[in-house]
Each structure stands twice: as C-alpha cells, then as structure tokens.
C-alpha cells in the first residue's frame, strides 16, 4: 500500500471512528441517564405497563417518553440501537489494520519478531481478551462483583505488561482499548441483541417476560 | 469501561504515560479513574 492510500485510509477511518464511537457512546449515556431520570406515573392504574415517564426539551422539539415493563409496540416501527456499536469496531479494526499492522508503530525498533507474527499476536489478543472477559464475566466468578472486578483490573494489568513485551509501548496501549471495544460490541451483539430478541418473541408469542 | 478506551485512544498522544518502566500501573491508575469517572457520568450527571 503506498504511503499517501495509507494516510488517507487513516484519516478517512479516523473521522469515521470518532464520529460513530461519539454517537455510541452518547446515546448509552443519554439511555443511562433515561433510566436514573424516570418517574412512576401519576395515574398507575390507567398505565399499568408504564415503570417510568420522563419529559425532555431538546432544539424545538418536546418529548415525553415512557418505559414499558413488557413490550407492547409490536405493530409500529421499533428502533435498535445497534449499528452504532458495529461500525465503531469494524472502524476501529480496520485503523488498527491500517495503522499498526501495515505500518511502523506495531514493533518496537529494535524487535526481531517478523511482522506477520505481531499481527497474528495483536488479533489473538483481541480474541485472548474477549475469553477472559466472558471468563471472568458469564461463569459463577462473575457473581461476586468486587471478585470480577479485582480480576479484570489486574488482567488489564497484565496485558499492558505483557503487550509491552512484544509490542512497542504505545501500540501495546492502544491494544488495551481495542481489547476493552472488542469486548463491549461482542456485549451488545452476542449477549444484549439476542436477549431483547427473545424478549420480542416472548410477547409475540403472548407472554410477559 | 468507554471511559477507560478513551483514555487509551487518546494516550497515543503523550509518551510519558507509556514510554517508561510504570507504564502498566499507569494504565491499572488510569482505568481505575476511569471507571471512577463512568460511575460519576452514570449516577450523578
């Protein structure tokens, strides 16, 4: 790849990466921030399926929203949040393919470990921190909270240690990020996306979750 | 754990906290202030 193709894929990448991670983020924010901000209806017994209200202003526009306890929106249009999460990791790896596998910085100067290896190393280490992850997080571990917690933090810890072993010292703290996006868009697409599904087919088959 | 990948991201830009022996508490320091930084985001702005 020629040098000038490389630097606009970064730059071109780059936007699109910050852009869609912005919007990931901020709208898991504003639904966080949703869900603390709710209120039970003043007239429980007519909305017997609302937990919450909330009114907002934003621009010209007022919004009342309300949180259902089941889902009974089947016959309109539902909106997913999901792409934002997938175009941010898929952004992000092929940056890391970009800047870090075809070009300098993945080795330190010095290594003499051939390209090819770090690269295998740097997508194993994506995959190696997802099996911890799930690990620690979807076995009985998980369970005890403070446990999970200590846990992860010293794998992080670990894994800087170790990355900087192979890697050179600034791509072995980028790979930390991309471990921890690798993790929360397998969080939405293997875990979060297939429970709302199953919710979605619970009510369609007449039931209440 | 958003909070910490920004700082990661981000980090690229100063070598003083990956450019020394430290550097792995350096990065354990910032993911605790991190996840200090999402609960303050989560329960209270």
Redesign the interface.
Known sequence: MSDALREWLNLALRWFHVIAGIM??GQ??LF??ME?TFTPPDNPETKPNISGELWMVHGGGFYLVEKQKWPEIMPRALHWFKYEALFTWISGFLLLAVVYWSSAPLLPYASELPRWEGILLSAGSLVGALAVYRLIWFTPIGDNLALGAVLS?LA???S??AL?KVFS??S???H???M??T??VTNVWMTILPNQRKMMAITEAGGKP | ??V??????I??HF?F????AL???I??GF??VGWAAAKL???V?
Not at chain 2, 4 to 9: C, E, R, S
Not at chain 2, 17 to 20: C, E, G, I, K
């Open positions: 990931w983020i898991t924010y966080n921030w603390r933090w992080i810890v670990g800087t240690w900087g010292d600034r072995a703290f980028l930390i990020g991309a921890f996006g993790i929360m | 754990m958003s910490p990948l920004i700082f990661t991201m980090s690229n070598p906290t990956y450019d020394t550097a792995p508490w990065m354990g993911v605790l985001i989560r329960d702005l």
